[in-house]
């Protein structure tokens, strides 16, 4: 039984360790430079009002919106699964059981990440940039909050909110500074579980997530303001609500 546990927990690392060393593939380097020109010409005004954006969508759902992202998943049922897959897993542990609870949240990385893409898709054709940030922060969180569910957590409270953040950086930031924010993942994931206070001011950790967010999302935002050259938002939104998902499952398995 230990053995399996380990040797599961073996593979996740590797997984988390790959995320961690990831090297860039074929379709990024062709795009970067394109990326890197269009950002050089983005006005400073553009980017203080696309991470004011987020910051302000980030506050608008963690104060009013959840109620309304819980409406586009069945919320009682995804705890009842994992209550059930829990209870197999506790009496049989064995591979097939441990896959089980990966069911849902594969699912719901499968659909978040192709309605994101279709949303980018289509206001970048409209020639529509800054319009759907709200959107886009709802779809990120709800990724988030189905595979906290799945595997047994919540999400409601501002250690959760901050854990949640912190998950959003980790995934989009690179090399020694992703490092870093892994590490305060874990920080934070280690408090939360052993039940100690979070010194960490949540405005704060929003401010930093949004940056890191806008940062990622700098060209695509601002190219998607062109119609039809927009379409790129497309492959943006897919690419950073995979990111996400792929790195917080790890972690909420882990």
Not at 1 to 19: A, G, N, P, R, T
Not at 49 to 59: E, P
Not at 140 to 157: A, D, M, N, W
Not at 218 to 230: C, D, E, T, Y
């Amino acid at each position: 039984m230990k053995k399996i546990i380990s040797d599961h927990l073996d593979k996740l690392e590797k997984k988390e360790q790959k995320i961690l060393s990831a090297k860039r593939n074929l379709l990024d380097e062709k795009l970067e430079p394109f990326m890197e020109k269009v950002e050089s010409k983005v006005p400073e005004n553009v980017k203080s009002t696309l991470n004011a954006a987020f910051c302000k969508s980030f506050q608008l759902v963690f104060k009013n919106g959840t109620k309304y992202i819980e409406k586009l998943y069945n919320k009682g049922k995804i705890q009842s699964d994992h209550n059930m897959n829990d209870f197999k897993l506790n009496s049989t542990l064995n591979r097939k059981t441990l896959k089980k609870l990966d069911r849902h949240a594969v699912r719901a990385n499968l659909l978040n990440t192709s309605i994101s893409a279709i949303e980018g898709a289509g206001l970048g054709f409209l020639g529509m940039g800054l319009p759907d940030i709200p959107l886009f922060t709802a779809m990120i969180l709800k990724t988030i909050y189905e595979i906290s569910l799945s595997y047994g957590f919540v999400y409601e409270l501002d250690d959760e909110k901050i854990y949640i953040l912190n998950l959003i950086c980790a995934s989009l930031s690179k090399g020694e500074e992703q490092r870093r924010f892994n590490d305060r993942v874990d920080e934070i994931s280690a408090k939360i579980d052993g039940h100690f206070l979070l010194d960490n001011k949540l405005e704060e950790e929003i401010s930093r997530a949004s940056k890191i967010l806008s940062d990622s999302m700098l060209a695509s935002k601002f190219v998607q303001g062109i119609p039809v050259v927009g379409v790129v938002g497309s492959f943006t939104n897919y690419k950073i609500i995979n990111k996400i998902s792929s790195y917080s499952t790890i972690k909420y398995k882990k």
